[in-house]
């Protein structure tokens, strides 16, 4: 059987559409973005798919026999050397099936793992791939398939499945995940320092988010004129990429692009990327893009806000809903978006591939930040000298007084720079006086 990295690899997505599931998604619009997962991986020719209609999963085979034997024949005929299982597959099942057609497997996890490992560009993201990819295998044990193991000198399991040597693998996995956490520990040290020295730019953060494929890239590059990665596939974006932007009413912000959510994330892979989408954890602002020409488009945007929600974004940061492709709707379904879109609060319409609607966005981006301003006055004790320095680096004191024991700055700053100032400066009282 031909390797993945030494030519394309004929491959074949099952959805399987089961019936007891109780969060049952629509199995055709299923199907499709599993295709469109595996399309974002280059060396995978996509040959065929199925959606497979299940009662219920069976514990051992999770396809009846009789499915079985004749998705083996179309396999035969169609010279599949990789199935791909759009949802979860035991280590039990995995076995039974790659038996059973002779060909590859990998389920939903596996395949997201793959296009991570594809596309992740920093150290950090390539680290953080290979542990979740190591805690995915470590319950497997599989023969290595993977890219991980090829392009990253992995732990190239090899032998049969005899109790010693799973016990050899389950202690090399164990030993490369102390290892990668270690390094990670470093990265993550690295990275606390930069975000301190971004935190010194008194710039607030937009961070966007949203579906992937919905169009955040694209919309980053036109705001910025970076040339992020942004094609029409999965995952095009997987590290965080950060540029300032001036807005017309003079003031500065930084822009965010982060990676693209997507229903089902393996948990290893949410753990493993809190820290990538961290820039959303710290935003003044998040822009939520849509891909409002998308028949599943109200499904992702409930995704997005649930990741949000498990991720720990401040209810208090306001959010933007970005209904973007507005160039791919007709005539009519277009004009019913934009008069929803124009009756609903925090809502505008926009093409980032046309440039349409960007204006307005960026309008209403410096509307809400400059809004957001609050006017306090601050007393900062002789003793909290560096949390007045800090003021300073932020560029937010507007007039300073002194008495015998304290300064008094008015300041204009973001709630979230007086929540940063508490926490820098917890013995500082800080009184409104408009705003």
């Known amino acids: ?35 469109a997962l595996a399309e974002a991986l280059p060396d995978l020719e996509i040959v065929g798919s199925e959606v497979v209609r299940l009662p219920k999963a069976r514990a051992g085979l999770l ?19 990789l199935v791909l299982v759009d949802g979860p597959v035991t280590p039990v099942q995995q076995r039974n099936l790659e038996k059973a057609w002779g060909v590859k497997l990998l389920d939903r996890t596996g ?30 044990l599989v023969r290595a398939w993977t890219h991980l193991e090829r392009q990253r000198g992995g732990l190239g399991f090899v032998g049969g499945p005899g109790e010693t040597q799973i016990e050899a693998d389950r202690r090399a996995i164990d030993e490369a995940i102390t290892r990668l956490k270690r390094q990670l520990a470093k990265v993550a040290k690295t990275r606390s320092l930069h975000r301190a020295a971004r935190a010194k730019v008194p710039y607030p953060v937009v961070a966007l988010v949203g579906y992937t494929n919905a169009g955040k890239s694209t919309l980053f590059n036109r705001l910025t004129g970076a040339g992020v ?35 089902d994330l393996p948990t290893q892979l949410v753990a493993a990327f809190r820290a990538t989408l961290e820039e959303v954890l710290s935003a003044d602002l998040i822009c939520h893009v849509r891909d409002i020409s998308h028949p599943q488009t109200e499904d992702q945007a409930a995704d997005v806000q649930t990741i949000m929600a498990e991720l720990g974004v401040d209810e208090d940061v306001p959010v933007l809903e970005l209904w973007n492709k507005l160039d791919m ?12 879109a124009e ?17 307005p966005l960026v309008d209403e981006i410096a509307r809400i930040l400059d809004g957001a301003r609050l006017d306090q006055t601050v007393d900062v004790p002789f003793s909290a000298g560096r949390a007045r320095a800090w003021l300073f680096e932020q560029g937010v004191v507007t007039s300073e007084t002194q008495d015998d024991d304290s300064w008094h700055l008015n300041v204009s700053w973001t709630a979230r720079q007086r929540a940063r100032f508490a926490a820098l400066s917890p013995g500082s009282s800080g009184e409104s006086h408009g705003g």
């Open 343 to 359: 009756r609903s609060d925090g809502v505008l319409t926009l093409s980032a591939l046309t440039g349409e609607g960007v204006e």
């Open 111 to 140: 395949l997201i793992l793959e296009i991570f490992a594809d596309r992740a560009r920093t150290r950090e993201g390539v680290l953080q791939v290979e542990l979740a990819a190591l805690s995915y295998q470590r319950t497997r």
């Open 1 to 35: 059987m031909s390797d993945v990295g030494a030519g394309a690899m004929r491959a074949f997505v099952l959805h399987p559409d089961i019936q007891t599931d109780a969060d049952r998604r629509d199995p055709d619009a299923g199907l499709e973005e599993a295709v």
């Open 329 to 340: 709707l007709d005539p009519e379904t277009r004009a019913a978006r934009e008069t929803v």
């Open 63 to 81: 396809f009846g026999s009789g499915k079985i034997d004749a998705l083996k024949a179309q396999f035969a005929a169609l010279d599949v050397g």
């Open 229 to 263: 990665m942004a094609k029409d596939m999965l995952f095009a974006t997987l590290d965080p990429t950060m540029r300032a932007v001036k807005l017309p009413s003079g003031s500065e912000v930084i822009l965010s692009d982060t990676v693209g959510f997507i229903s």
